[in-house]
């Protein structure tokens, strides 16, 4: 142990993987988070003196955490995400929900558990700093260490040495992993994820007027035909804010891509997609009809964007992510990172995706070069990837001594951020 220091006790570590959308954390050693936590929450505003009279105009902020709390709907709530550019931007709001995490979601004391969390490959020095002192300072964790989120997603893929294409929600990268380090020059990524499709969904539905009521507001409905316009009542409530009513139309709209949308496996091709079989899909308010050619249209902008209106050029589909990356890498390396593309993230969940970016990439690389494509079959593993990766790794016996444990951090203060690759 360097220094001898966190004395390693019989307490399982506690895995913090933070996104843009969710925050996923249980233990060391077990397969799955124990939670799935939305990194956004909703934000409310009251007269800081309880009597309600305001004199000074002093307000005090209120943060509602979780999936139950967000749904609440009340007036002048605002949905507010905690990230910013795969980073965390409001401390405020991450402490809140850590505070959260640990009394209600895990049962545990902060100070009984050394903590992993993980990292964008593009995390910056003072950000990395913040979260060690919020961590040592305000929740006394006995130890922590922070990891790179593409890294653990190559170990829980058994690599260390990896391309590793993580889709999420707000974009989509090519981390060169080499030996369990991020070849940071290699670093290429676009801000096409989970939530453009998102964005391409909602466009499409309101070009067909079809109207997007989350369930949450739907009080009754009445069957009615296949596109017959639908017949609903609302649920009586406040008038909810603006970006209240886009996250709950986002989760309606993510529930479609999970199940209509699929990854053409060779370039969009309008003949071919009416060959698709049709899938049938019924919106909250009744409103239902079957989907066709749009189930492969709308994805593959993921891996061709040039035909998506208001993309610019230089946005990359994810095959040209990949032969970007591995092409500033050293020649050295490309035959080991393209034996080795690991694929992770929830958006790579969408049905087709692997098989696609083996195509596109089988294309464009010449035929000597050994090319294996590495998705987890379920996606749960897929949408877990760096989670799991920190399970392992915090399980192992060989990484006890990575630590940095609280003396260190109380002797050495944030230096000692450098042992964290
Ligand atoms: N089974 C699925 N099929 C299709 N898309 C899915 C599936 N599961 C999750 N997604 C999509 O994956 C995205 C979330 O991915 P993920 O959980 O990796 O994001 P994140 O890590 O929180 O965010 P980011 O990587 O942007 O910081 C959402 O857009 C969601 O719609
Ligand atoms: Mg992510």
């Not at 909810?240 to 060779?266: A, K």
Request: net charge negative; proline share 5%; charged share 25%.
């Amino acid at each position: 142990m360097s220094g001898g220091v966190y004395g390693g006790d019989e307490v399982g570590a506690i895995i913090f993987d933070v996104g843009h959308q969710n925050l996923r954390v249980g233990y060391g050693g077990e397969d799955t988070p124990k939670a799935e936590i939305p990194t956004t929450l909703g934000v409310w505003e009251e007269p800081a003196d309880s009597s309600g009279i305001d004199c000074n105009n002093v307000t005090k902020k209120h943060y509602n955490v979780d999936v139950t709390a967000i749904q609440v709907r009340k007036k002048d709530m605002e949905i507010v995400s905690l990230m910013k550019d795969g980073m965390i931007d409001d401390w405020d709001m991450f402490e809140r929900l850590t505070e959260y995490t640990y009394k209600q979601r895990l049962h545990a004391l902060s100070e009984h558990h050394p903590i992993l969390m993980t990292e964008c490959p593009w995390n910056t020095r003072l950000k990395r700093e913040k979260l060690l002192e919020l961590m040592f300072e305000k929740f006394n964790v006995p130890a922590m260490y922070i990891c790179k989120n593409a890294v653990l997603a190559a170990y829980a893929n058994g690599r260390s040495t990896a391309m590793v294409v993580d889709s999420g929600a707000t974009h989509t990268s090519a981390v060169p992993v080499h030996d369990g380090y991020v070849i940071t020059q290699g670093i290429v990524k676009s801000p096409l994820g989970g939530d453009f499709i998102t964005m391409q969904c909602r466009q499409f539905f309101e070009e067909k007027d079809i109207e997007l009521v989350p369930a949450c507001l739907v009080a009754s409905k009445d069957v009615v035909r296949e596109r017959d316009p639908p017949r609903w009542t609302k649920r009586p409530g406040p008038q909810p804010s603006s970006s209240w009513l886009s996250y709950m139309v986002r989760e309606l709209l993510q529930d479609f891509q999970m199940n209509c949308l699929q990854v053409s496996d060779s370039p969009y091709d309008e003949d071919m997609a009416n060959t698709l079989p049709m899938k049938h899909y019924e919106f909250p308010t009744g409103y239902n009809d079957d989907f066709g050619s749009i189930r492969l249209m709308i994805p593959e902008a993921l891996f061709d964007p040039s035909n998506v209106k208001g993309v610019g050029a230089s946005i990359l589909g994810v095959g040209p992510l990949v032969t970007t990356s591995v092409g500033m890498c050293d020649m050295d390396i490309r035959p080991s990172l393209y034996g080795s593309v690991v694929v992770t993230g929830g958006n790579s969940c969408l049905q087709g995706f692997s098989e696609r970016l083996n195509r596109d990439l089988a294309s464009k690389t010449p035929p000597s070069m050994r090319l294996k494509i590495i998705s987890a079959n379920s996606s749960s593993e897929r949408r877990y990837g760096a989670w799991i990766g920190g399970s392992i790794l915090s399980s192992l016996g060989s990484f006890q001594q990575m630590w940095l444990s609280r003396q260190e951090y109380e002797e050495s203060g944030k230096l000692i951020l450098e042992r964290c690759a």
